[in-house]
């Protein structure tokens, strides 16, 4: 047998070509799978959006509404998206690193994506046969909630995967993380860090605890089904502390805080507080709607600071709600508040009933507001379209003397206090009473406005009409002299609309010489408003509920900056606070220490109650502050036989008390 001998040369040079074909052929695999990964990624990525858009994006934003302060917030307007944007410093560090510990332990360390976290996924799947997990980074959750939806498919996961490593290699970490926070939900209709803290735990996130932190991060996996307000709030507690013990595993938390901070007690805000002071801030965010429309309040992030002044609101609240409930014994289970700056403008406190817009209604089973003795829906303050006021009873009389007091009469001026027919109005003679049922002879202007006198004070309506001024009216039929009361009425509605009383728009002849007494309807808001024309002397200021409004940037779009416009003269609205803040004049009519007294202050007040018992009012002020009450029931029904210095009356002291303690004392000139 012959033995061949392998040439070693040729061997050699034969496994040398081998190896080299081998290597092409490598070579040409790697380059076919390159062209294909390449052809794959331009595939999937043509038409996807710019990662660079996140510097130019937008987020939707809500409306915020803030009291004057700008510390308390009042109500969000938002479409499904609650969401105010924070810088990443405002963040507590322990909530960006619980976050990160759960959410994507290598975020500081990978490009974008984990590969190992989607192999990984892509093996839990395959094994459960479901496309269940994930493995996302925070870039790729980010993209995926700004850009996609949540459907698995590998179109999807692939466009993902490419917008993550753009993002990862354009922007910093910081600002990855800061997107994310302010973008990912947290339940609740709550978008981003911030709303989730003001909405759980009523407060800045820049103040929640490592607890509080714990507890944000434990939501971003389910936030629906982790809700604080729902059934699983026990496996939203054993998240949280699963959040912790991540911290401690990746060395941002010691296993003795860690443990420690378990056992702190999580407060939740009991029921997320969804409007406070209801009846200002649905007057203030209807106006914001008129004005710039639902839409874009909803989503372009207005910061919206009103004149509500907390402190005084929080009282007015707590006074009418305790009137209210006093005031039952007299069957008015209803009562409003509100209160101005005279020389601003600015309301300061706005509340109805019992201050709560989702209490129930009187009687308990009511269900219509037309049918109600209380409808918390229906702001009496300012009214609606369908029902545009009450009727002020003789809180309108100083509308009348003053048109008096401008054609030059004087609180001397004399007129006759008696039994007195006005003609005829409607189908019949006009033979008001007096309150008291008495007649008091011959009385001055200064006597009969204090002590809020029917007779004499219809007989100023007839002074208003007169072409020439006379020194005394000592007439008591005035048959066939009814186109002088009209032409009083003419100049008194003309002076109401003046100071700004807009519902007078009926025929002179609906209202006839009862208008003095309070017979035509109007608003609370504006009688207020009107008031605040005598505390300043003459001068009318619009009446408002926002100080400024600004963009998401901090741009001022809008600012209070009201001119005061004359619309009295300064004697006739001085003369009208005297004789209303004169405590002497009034006594014999309503006694020396009524709710219309404040001792050691000058306060101008008026009284007015309806004929039929259905509206009781007091109106006050001084220099700084003017307040309004209103008393009844919404659906008109008779109150007790009671004056309103019985039921509007402590409900107004009460509140003029606190004010009074916390303004600059004025006197009036």
Known sequence: MVQRVRNPKIYKKSRGKRFVFILKICGFGILFLFSIVFIVFIFFAKDLPRPEKFTEKQFIQSTKIYDRTGEILLYEIYGEEKRTIVPLEKIPKYLQEAVVATEDADFYYHFGVDFKGIIRSVLINFRIMEPVYGGSTIPQQLIRSTFFSNEKTVKRKTREIILSLELDRRYSKEEILEWYLNQIPFGSNCYGAEAASQTFFGKPVSEISIAESAVLAALVQAPSHLSPYGPNKTELLARKDYVLDRMVK?????????????????????????????????????????????????????????????????????????????????????????????????????????????????????????NCLFDPKFNVVVGTKNNPGRQPGSAFKPFVYVTAFEKGYTATTTVLDAETNFGIWGDKEYIPKNYTGRFYGLVTLRRALSQSLNIPSIKVLYLAGLENEIESLEINDFSGMENIFVKGLEKSIETAEGLGITTLNKPLSFYGPALVLGGGEVKLLEMVSAYGVFATEGLKVKTSGILKIEDRKGNIIEENKNTPLRVLEKEPARLINDILSDNESRTPMFGPNSALYFKDYEVAAKTGTTQDSKDAWTIGYTPSIVVGVWAGNNNNTSMANQPAVVIAGPIFHRFMEEALAKISKREFQ
């Open 250 to 370: 990746e060395q941002y938390l010691t296993s003795e805080k860690a443990e420690e901070t378990k056992k702190e007690e999580i407060k939740f805000v009991e029921k997320p507080i969804q409007i406070k002071a209801p009846y200002f801030t649905l007057w203030i965010k209807q106006n914001l709607i008129d004005k710039y429309g639902e839409d874009f309040l909803r989503r372009e992030g207005l910061k919206v600071y009103t004149t509500l002044d907390w402190d005084l609101q929080e009282k007015a609240e707590k006074i009418v709600a305790e009137g209210v409930e006093q005031n039952k014994i007299y069957n008015a289970y209803n009562a409003g508040l509100v209160a101005i700056d005279p020389d601003t403008g600015e309301v300061l406190a706005m509340t109805v009933g019992t201050g709560d817009y989702y209490s129930p209604s009187y009687p308990e089973d009511c269900t219509s507001g037309v």
